[in-house]
């Protein structure tokens, strides 16, 4: 086939391998999200109609029809290209939000930029761009907001992904002035910034942080679900330096439920990431105060599997958990589970008592 012998720079072949590692299975956290420790309460009575139920929302000031995110996983490659456009093309049809993986290939090979491309095919998708802290604070905020307009994004996520990094042969090793470049990037840009991680979580102390550079809305990407630590391990030599410190902190982060807590308690708008397996996670997730829930893992497996098809067949399962989860705690809408009555596994509350600090009363 005509371009197929065309030779594609590391950082692609780079992206190729994650998109293989994460599709497979074998990077998972061997501990879990702790969302299995909240149990909302049946409500017998809940005097509802399922198909009133309201999922509206709002995302960096965009409506959603469902509390739902397909959050960034690719781009740089030719299958990243086909990824990207049958996953924004299920999220418009949707109504949820949409996000594309690190920019950091198109900025660094402009021959590239076409995998990120998906407006021609969901013009009304919530996307959000994509770039890592450490390239922010290399490239200056102009040129961040540059690579945003140049994929029509409606936000930037600025990605912090330290231990990815510690494991990934020549990966960054200098986190210095992170925080302050967010927050000159959070005061430059015209477009909402989206702060996240990319497994380890978020804990209180990174949330006050945020804050103080002016942040508003995190993603969490807690722990629990794809381990990028253990994506690199498994990418590197057998035997080698990376490998085996990857192996040691296989299970390093803060798991996605205490995350969510604790940035929900700073006062952050939260997407709840990291281990979300089902719309019964989401709204367990929404229930701890997340806004929206993000999947990954999950819509890259049920692409491999079936294509745009499978993920839209997927989306509309989640969708329609979280509203049976809604009806059966008596929500009349999703925001309403933030205050169903709920109890919270013995796991998830001495986390909680020990990590989070003086506040609110937990929920």
Known sequence: MPGRDRVEPPIAQRKADHLEVAASGRAEFARS?????VHLVHQALPELALDEIDLDTELVGKPLKAPLLITGMTGGTAD????????????????????VGSQRAMDEHPELAASY????VAPDVVLLGNIGAVQALAMGPARVVELGKRIGADAMAVHLNVGQELIQQHGDRDFRGLRDAIARLVDASPLPI??????????????????????????????????????????????SDAATLGAELWDWGVPTAVSVVACARAGLTVVASGGMRSGHDVARALAL?????????????????????AV????????????????????????DLSRAPRHLGAPLRAFLDDLVPPGPRLP
Request: include cysteine.
């Open 117 to 120: 491309q998906v407006r021609d």
């Open 194 to 239: 989206i702060v996240k991680e990319t497994g380890c979580g978020l804990s209180a102390e990174t949330a006050r942080s945020l804050i103080g550079a002016g942040v508003h809305t995190v993603d969490v990407a807690g722990a629990g679900g794809t381990s990028w630590v253990a994506v690199e391990a498994l990418r590197a030599a057998e035997g």
């Open 312 to 335: 839209r067949a997927l989306l509309a399962q989640v969708i329609g958990a979280i509203r049976s989860v809604c009806l059966l705690t008596g929500c009349a809408s999703a925001t």
């Open 289 to 309: 105060g997340a806004r929206a829930g993000g999947m990954a893992a999950p819509m890259l497996r049920a692409h491999r599997a079936g294509g745009e098809p």
């Open 80 to 99: 990243a290209a086909a990824v990207n456009r049958d996953l924004a093309r299920a999220a418009q049809a949707a109504g949820v939000a949409f996000g």
């Open 33 to 37: 999200t702790l969302l299995e420790h």
